[in-house]
C-alpha cells in the first residue's frame, strides 16, 4: 500500500527494518540490527519474516534505542517518514515491574519523551 500510494504521487519509496531486543545486561547478544533501506517490498517482507522474538532478563525491551535508530537514518530530505513500531513488551524505564535499566542505557533514551529536540513526530 505505501509503494502504490508513492507511485501514485510521482515519488518512490524506500524501507528500513531495525530489529531490536535488548541490552547486553539483560542476556541479550545484540541490541539492533538495522538493514539497509531498500526500495523492493519483497525484501522487506523477507527481512520481516527473519525476524524471531528471543532473550532478553526481563519484561521491558530496548523500543527506545530502535526508535532512535531510526530518527537517525538516512532519510532523503523530501522523505515523508513513516515509523511502524512493532513490539511485545514495554520499553525500559516507564517503571515497569522487574525492570532494570541497563548500565549502558543512555540517559537521553530511558523515556520517550526526555527531550523534545530528538523526538519523533508521531501521528
Known sequence: MIKSQADLKGGSARYRVIAFRDHKEQGCDWLLKPYEFTTDPSVL?????SLVASGGGDGPEAQIDGLDAARRSTWRQTAKKIVMLIT?????????????VPVDHPEGKKTASSDSSRALTLS
Not at 45 to 49: E, G, N, P
Not at 88 to 100: A, C, F, K, R, T
Open 45 to 49: 517482507a523477507s527481512q520481516l519474516a
Open 88 to 100: 511485545d513488551s514495554p520499553p525500559h524505564g516507564i517503571g515497569e515491574p522487574g525492570d532494570s
